[in-house]
């Protein structure tokens, strides 16, 4: 009897878990068995395998042969261990020398010609062959995707004749190279992401925008048609420090799991900035389908995720982002297991505030009635926008701020506030602010007396939710951390409370627009103080 083990990996979300090709091979009738593969799909692994390698001129001996895919809990759908199971009969047959499969880990699918086709999640499967200190033999389709994996040592193959040939030592193939990015298809900053000092006034806007880059804090911007909601939400990716290593790797395994990762720009080096249309479905957003793609949701996945048009949205679409967005990641469940796509994109979203789109504005030219007013917010789901910080109402840019000659800062002057800020974060307890468990916010906070009292009055006048006075501490961490300051002071937790105030109701919105007007202060703050 003689035993050959092959290397291999399942695919589940971004992970790669290793699975154990086994063949026995026995004196007996002439039998070829495969275990650990679901019914159908391990007859036509079989059919694959045996045609191709005939194809290919390899004989198998008339024994009896037991092939065993491990672990069985996995989920092991497709034929990716095509490739394996065939080098593993080999093995166990005496046609190649077991030791070539102890460094190597294999995978794709064969035709019945003995060609070898794509297989999906080679990124993920390179990395953790990688990590286990393996070689990787892919299909040539594949293999240049894997090959961006720069610890990872690929080497793609087009035929079964060829990776025998390269275990075998007679032929080696070449290692694979990551093949270069396309250009057409990679975002270009000066194009995609506005620069904030091109935002004429918007003094509240910039200012939210600095606190949701600084904090990681989910933001929504409301007000009438042109005002600027899209203009600032592109001008965020600009003010975010930019993207790690660690950070470009899970992006690209995301990336490389919904589409090939050449058609996405290759390798990520920008953060992403994601606009997905109203008309999206729950699981184009999320993620999902029967092989498990990644939604907009983790596409987004360290950078921006812009939801234009609140209100237009499929009320499930949106309902489906809220656990994700409160745990970092989507979980699909499959069979016995589970499986996660890592998504904790920055949140924006923009919305009109009425259906006209003018409610609140000092004109006074909306006249939508207030019910119609009421019934059009109502369209957004209430716990969505509890799990948002930072609310902000826009008011138009006046002719004057348009004519103007004030220049506004730079995203790169912003940018460099922010990454101080997320850097006190970073030494204070690890991670943005936006992420402060509840239980954690006494002792990062370091609240003054004042503005303690200041969020209990907020809580009962604005009934505020456990959730929502949670959410105004963790923007006032953020704004104390943009001032440099160790506790967090009443200025600090008034300018939080404020972007938490009802936006559309219209006096309070005029209000507000009137006061941003006059001065740079937080708008209705006072309000909340009690001054009026
Ligand atoms: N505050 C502003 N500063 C500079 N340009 C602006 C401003 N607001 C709007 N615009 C310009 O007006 C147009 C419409 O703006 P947009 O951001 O699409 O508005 P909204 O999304 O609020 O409807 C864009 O070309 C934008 O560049
Ligand atoms: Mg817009």
Same mark, same amino acid.
């Given at each position: 009897m003689s035993l050959a083990l092959v290397h291999s990996r399942a695919r589940l979300g971004v992970r790669a878990p290793e699975v154990r090709v086994e063949v026995f091979m026995a004196a007996g009738l002439p039998q070829l068995t495969i275990a650990g593969l679901a019914g159908t799909v391990a007859r036509e692994a079989r059919e694959r395998v045996r045609a191709a390698l005939q194809a290919s001129q390899f004989e198998l001996p008339g024994k009896r042969i037991t092939v065993n895919v491990a672990p069985a809990e996995l989920p092991k759908d497709g034929a990716r261990f095509d490739l394996p199971i065939a080098l593993g009969l080999l093995a166990a047959a005496g046609q190649l020398p077991l030791d070539a499969l102890r460094e190597v880990e294999l995978l794709g699918e064969l035709s019945l010609s003995g060609a070898l086709r794509p297989v999906d999640g080679a990124l993920p499967a390179a990395l953790a062959a990688a990590a286990a200190g393996r070689a990787l033999v892919l299909p040539a389709d594949s293999a240049q995707e894997a090959a =961006? $994996?720069? $610890?990872a040592v690929v080497f793609g193959a087009r035929t079964l004749a060829q990776v025998v040939a390269h275990l075998r030592g007679e032929r080696p193939l070449t290692r694979a190279q990551a093949d270069e990015p396309d250009d057409a298809a990679n975002p270009r900053p000066e194009r995609d992401t506005p620069d904030l000092a091109d935002v004429v006034g918007q003094v509240q806007g910039r200012r939210a925008l600095e606190i949701a880059a600084a904090g990681q804090h989910g933001l929504r911007l409301s007000g009438p048609p042109g005002c600027g909601k899209t203009l600032l939400a592109r001008c965020l990716p600009g003010l975010l420090p930019p993207l790690d290593a660690a950070e470009a790797e899970e992006l690209a395994v995301i990336r490389s799991l919904a589409a090939p990762l050449r058609a996405a720009g290759g390798w990520p080096t920008r953060r992403p900035f994601r606009a997905p249309m109203h008309g999206a479905s729950a699981v184009a957003l999320v993620g999902g389908g029967g092989i498990p793609r990644p939604g907009e949701l983790s596409l987004a996945h360290h950078g921006v995720l812009f939801l234009d048009e609140l209100p237009e949205w499929d009320r499930r679409s949106l309902e489906a982002l809220r656990e994700p967005l409160e745990s970092g990641e989507v979980r699909i469940a499959r069979a016995a297991m589970q499986l996660e796509f890592p998504a904790r994109p920055l949140l924006v979203t923009a919305m009109n505030p009425c259906p006209c789109g003018w409610a609140g504005d000092p004109s006074g030219r909306c006249d939508c009635p207030s019910e119609a007013i009421a019934r059009y917010q109502s369209r957004v789901s209430g716990p969505l926008l509890d799990r948002i910080d930072l609310h902000v109402a826009l008011r138009r840019v006046t002719a004057s701020e348009l004519l103007g000659t004030a220049t506004a800062e730079c995203s790169t002057t912003v940018r460099a506030r922010v990454v101080a800020a997320r850097g006190r974060q970073q030494a204070r307890q690890g991670k943005a602010n936006a992420l402060l468990a509840a239980g954690e916010l006494d002792v990062a906070l370091a609240a003054s007396a004042e503005a303690r009292a200041l969020l209990l009055r907020a809580i009962d006048r604005l009934a505020l939710s456990a959730r929502a006075a949670h959410r105004v501490q963790r923007v006032a961490r953020t704004i104390a951390d943009l001032a440099g300051e160790a506790g967090v002071g009443a200025a600090a937790m008034a300018e939080a409370i404020a972007f938490r105030m009802?936006? =559309?109701a219209p006096a309070v919105a005029a209000r507000a627009t009137l006061q941003a007007g006059r001065n740079r202060e937080p708008a209705n703050a006072d309000g909340v103080a009690g001054t009026h």
């Open positions: =961006h $994996a720069r $610890a009802p936006l =559309h």
